[in-house]
């Protein structure tokens, strides 16, 4: 089938990774449950029975924190062909050649499985090379390159930005006095808001970093109030009295602002996470969601810094179209893959046809694994390359491409976009 001898050709295509979390000192899965209980399968399995309690067991504590392997029978047939229960499936089978039943009854023996094979020696450059995966960006910036040589590059990002908003739960009000505690400032004015932004990169060395990861609140307003204007409103803040909404989304962008102002010398790109939003305190309440002004207000911001480069991973199926036509109205925008709620086969596939559709490859890049482990890494690199070999047979049995271009655009955004944007 022409799906398959596409998959096929994509196998031999290198990928670059441009967002993970791996750390160089322990690359491997460490047990079955960092495959079993990622984090975005976290949610399909609360929602099909397990208690949030047991999967995110103390506040805040974020990946792979509850692994209660004892409930899987309650939730693990419910989800098992969804998007991620057909990755973890994939992941047994691929890299472990294990196709036997996943349950609380085999979870020990998959455990002592997945723990043995992480052991071995040269077990992750196997599995990276099996992904045919050549570099790869992290957030995780310790140990030192020198101190943990990895079987291929794994080059550090900075992903600790001013960015506190990413959860609604906390207000505004409670947002100002943490940031301000961290930085020993009693955030009461808008000179005091700067002072802090100062003090935070200023603790932050960037010096060699390329990449600023982002993430940021999904309430973001870019239409840059006067200085006048953000002091009205953090003293109305710290007063006590309820901001706006517009007020929030005001200061958030401001945020955003500042931080881009002081990085602007030091990063190429700021890469940012966009659409998901926690709107309990605990890691539990992640949805879907952005303000209607958010993504194409974001062309202002764009405008602003043509000497950074945007490279958003959009989590917000329903923005699609905004970060396509932003893609074509500024040079200095891309799209990397697919984010958390995005990063599903059926909602890929769509996405992949409207961006090849809208947007040069030379502005795509196809792939990154927000993984913790390289198992993940392998798991995620390979659906993306099933709903590639999907998209392309569709094009070309529709008659939009032949099998050459269908190859040369994902040579593209699998490798060339990625390592000329990001120079790696
Ligand atoms: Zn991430």
Known sequence: MLKDDLFDALCEIPVIDVHSHINRERLCAKGAGDILFYHMLQYPLRSAGIEAEKLWPEEQKFHGAGQPFEDLDKAWPYVEGGGFGVIVKKIFEDLYGYKGEISSASYPEIDEMVKAKSAQEGRAAEVLEKANIKAIYSSVRKPAPED??????????????????????????????KFGEHYETDI??????????????????????????????????????????????????????????????????????SSLEHVRDQIKIFQMCYGTQFTTRTPAGAIQRACPQYASGMSRLIAEFPDIHFNIMNGFEADEPEWCSLCTAYPNVS???????????????????????????????????????????YGRALMTKMVLANVFAE???????????????AKDVLYNTPKEIFGC
């Open 148 to 177: 943990n040589p990895t079987p291929i590059p794994v080059i550090d990002t900075y992903e600790r930005g001013v960015n506190g908003r990413n959860n609604e739960s906390f207000g505004l009000e409670m947002f100002l006095s």
């Open 188 to 257: 009461c004015c808008i000179e005091s808001l700067r002072e802090a932004i100062r003090a935070h990169f200023a603790r932050h060395d960037l010096t060699g970093i390329d990449v600023y990861v982002s993430w940021k609140s999904s309430q973001v307003s870019w239409e840059r109030a006067s200085d006048i204007e953000l002091d009205r409103i953090i003293k109305k803040s710290k007063s006590g009295s309820a901001v706006t909404a517009e007020e929030e989304r005001v200061l958030n962008g401001e945020l955003v602002w």
């Open 335 to 377: 799209l990397a893959g697919f984010w958390w709620m995005m990063f599903y086969p059926s909602v890929m596939h769509n996405a992949w046809n409207r961006r090849f559709d809208m947007v040069p490859t030379s502005r795509l890049m196809g792939y990154f694994s927000d993984g913790y482990c390289v198992d993940w890494v």
């Open 395 to 409: 094009r070309i049995e529709r008659g939009y491409l032949d099998l050459e271009t269908a190859l040369n655009m």
